[in-house]
């Protein structure tokens, strides 16, 4: 369908059709205190020429990059240029949605290589075809755990998990059943065990525990498995940063159920906000309760490759609240994306990825600990992040910053109003040693 202006008699006709004698009696049943009267207060029509020269000279009285250090679940990435070439391709376009294969291939088998390296990026049996983002698949792992397990109804949540999923977890739980307890961090920032040990019980439905938490600190994989090992309570495993798979083992060599986690970290643009990439997998006894698409490998009637979706129908999407879930789309250019910038990196490309982050925060941190009286928050092990404690307000001193130029971190007040002097920086290889020298260098005059 087109979309075309209706001159004066295509509308008169139209109003005529539905018995309506004017546009003022169409909209009658709006209050008159709510109709606009008059026309909206704005510029008048400008040329393109004339509107793109205004708004290139006001683009130039700002800073078209300065050095940043933020992170929280998104992060600046170097993105080789090859990914956006590639990823224009036509042979990626289909003519309609993937649930017609005879037309969407290109779609299909993009899918499905995206669901192959991610299944063995996380060491998991099975991944689906993306999910919209990670706050949401982290709050879809624990509702299909209520799937596999619907007589249980406690939902154990460690403390790290980064604030915005936890409040998109409270979110999806609001209406049902299921209840959240939160396990607290230990003074090394790690989730404290023995109080998830404590909490575990018959009704324990699962444990979701991040990866490299929201503090940036490195969780102990292993111990929390075997934790969760002699019990029912299923074991899902969160990642804000896949990029630090390129260093530690995956969720899946310790035994996780299901895997999720936010995919924007290998290779999407920032992009303002979005749109980001949820990432889903699952061992492969719990497949058919697995939300969202899953693109499979079969052969035509030909006898050659060819890919379809499968293990669920178009009609179980659409079943409300019968549905596995109410997601029944995905992030299908993003997943693209991050399948092209995976292939093009390799795996010994993503191991050194991952060491260059490592090592970029490690200089950090020493540059911080020999050169000012700022302190960590916690002493653990972390990756590329990690929280300071100012002795000032953090809120003042970022705006101070933002406005010499130096995007020095996030609030920590944004997530926990009485935080008021927590500071969390992220280091990625897009930082550079006179960058992170600079950020010491403003740290060192709150002294």
Same mark, same amino acid.
């Given at each position: 369908?087109?979309?075309?202006?209706?001159?004066p008699?295509?509308?008169?006709?139209?109003?005529?059709?539905i018995?309506?004698?004017?546009?003022?009696?169409?909209?009658?049943s709006?209050?008159?205190?709510l109709?606009?009267?008059?026309?909206?207060?704005?510029?008048?029509?400008?040329?393109?020429?004339?509107?793109?020269?205004?708004?290139?000279e006001?683009?130039?009285?700002?800073?078209t990059?300065?050095?940043?250090?933020?992170g929280?679940?998104?992060?600046?990435?170097?993105?080789p240029?090859?990914v956006?070439s590639?990823?224009?391709?036509?042979?990626?376009?289909?003519?309609?949605?993937?649930?017609?294969?005879?037309v969407?291939?290109?779609?299909?088998q993009?899918?499905?290589?995206f669901?192959?390296?991610?299944?063995?990026?996380?060491?998991?049996? &099975?991944?689906? $075809?993306?999910m919209? /983002?990670g706050?949401? %698949?982290?709050? #879809?792992?624990?509702?299909?755990?209520?799937?596999? =397990?619907?007589?249980?109804t406690?939902?154990?949540?460690?403390?790290?998990?980064?604030?915005?999923?936890?409040?998109?977890?409270?979110?999806?739980?609001?209406f049902g059943?299921?209840?959240?307890?939160?396990?607290?961090?230990?003074?090394?920032?790690?989730?404290?065990?023995?109080a998830?040990?404590s909490?575990?019980?018959p009704?324990?439905?699962?444990?979701?525990?991040?990866? &490299?938490?929201? $503090?940036?600190?490195? /969780?102990d994989?292993? %111990?929390h498995a #075997?934790l969760?090992?002699?019990t029912?309570?299923? =074991?899902?495993a969160v990642?804000?940063?896949?990029s630090?798979?390129?260093?530690?083992?995956?969720?899946g060599h310790?035994?996780?159920?299901?895997f999720?986690?936010?995919?924007?970290?290998?290779g999407?643009p920032?992009?303002?906000?979005?749109?980001n990439?949820?990432?889903?997998a699952?061992?492969?006894a719990?497949?058919?309760?697995?939300?969202?698409r899953?693109?499979?490998?079969?052969?035509?009637d030909?006898?050659?490759?060819?890919?379809?979706l499968?293990?669920?129908?178009?009609?179980q999407?659409?079943?409300r609240?019968k549905?596995?879930?109410?997601?029944?789309?995905?992030?299908?250019l993003?997943?693209?994306?991050?399948?092209?910038y995976?292939?093009?990196?390799?795996?010994?490309?993503l191991?050194?990825l991952?060491q260059?982050?490592?090592?970029?925060?490690?200089y950090?941190?020493?540059?911080?600990?020999?050169?000012?009286?700022?302190k960590?928050r916690?002493?653990?092990?972390?990756?590329?992040?990690?929280?300071?404690?100012?002795?000032?307000?953090?809120t003042?001193?970022?705006?101070?910053?933002?406005h010499?130029?130096?995007?020095?971190?996030?609030?920590?007040?944004?997530?926990?109003?009485?935080?008021?002097?927590?500071?969390?920086v992220?280091f990625t290889?897009?930082?550079?040693?006179a960058?992170?020298?600079?950020?010491?260098s403003?740290l060192k005059e709150?002294?």
């Open positions: 369908m087109r979309y075309l202006p209706n001159d008699k295509a509308r008169a006709e139209m109003l005529a059709q018995g309506v004698k004017s546009e003022e009696e169409l909209f009658d709006i209050p008159k205190n109709q606009l009267k008059g026309l909206l207060g704005i510029s008048p029509p400008r040329s393109e020429f004339s509107l793109l020269k205004e708004l290139k006001k683009a130039s009285q700002y800073p990059e300065m050095p940043s250090f933020l929280a679940g998104v992060y600046r990435r170097f993105i240029t090859a956006g590639l990823v224009s391709r036509a042979e990626f376009l289909t003519a309609y949605t993937p649930y017609q294969p005879e969407a291939q290109g779609t299909l993009a899918m499905f290589e669901q192959t390296l991610l299944s063995r990026l996380s060491g998991m049996d &099975v991944a689906n $075809a993306s919209y /983002e706050a949401s %698949a982290c709050a #879809e792992a624990v509702m299909m755990a209520a799937r596999i =397990n619907p007589k249980a406690q939902v154990l949540v460690s403390a790290g998990l980064h604030p915005e999923y936890k409040e998109t977890l409270k979110t999806y739980l609001s059943k299921l209840e959240l307890q939160e396990i607290p961090l230990t003074d090394e920032g790690k989730t404290d065990l023995k998830l040990g909490a575990l019980g009704n324990t439905l699962c444990s979701v525990l991040q990866v &490299v938490n929201f $503090a940036g600190v490195i /969780e994989q292993a %111990a #075997e969760l090992g002699p029912k309570v299923l =074991n899902i990642m804000t940063d896949l630090v798979l390129g260093l530690i083992q995956p969720p310790y035994g996780a159920d299901i999720v986690g936010e995919g924007q970290s290998l999407l920032l992009s303002f906000g979005g749109p990439l949820g990432v889903f699952c061992k492969e719990y497949l058919r309760k697995m939300p969202g899953l693109s499979g490998m079969t052969h035509d030909r006898g050659q490759r060819a890919f379809c499968t293990l669920s129908t178009r009609e999407h659409i079943r609240e549905a596995t879930s109410n997601i029944c789309s995905n992030q299908a993003c997943a693209l994306w991050v399948t092209i995976l292939s093009l990196l390799g795996q010994a490309g191991k050194q991952a260059i982050n490592l090592s970029h925060a490690q950090a941190k020493e540059q911080i600990k020999s050169k000012t009286q700022i960590l916690y002493a653990g092990q972390t990756y590329n992040e990690m929280v300071l404690e100012l002795p000032c307000n953090a003042l001193w970022l705006d101070k910053m933002l010499e130029g130096l995007l020095a971190g996030v609030d920590m007040a944004r997530f926990d109003a009485d935080d008021e002097g927590g500071l969390l992220s290889e897009t930082n550079s040693k960058e992170i020298d600079l950020l010491v403003k709150l002294a």
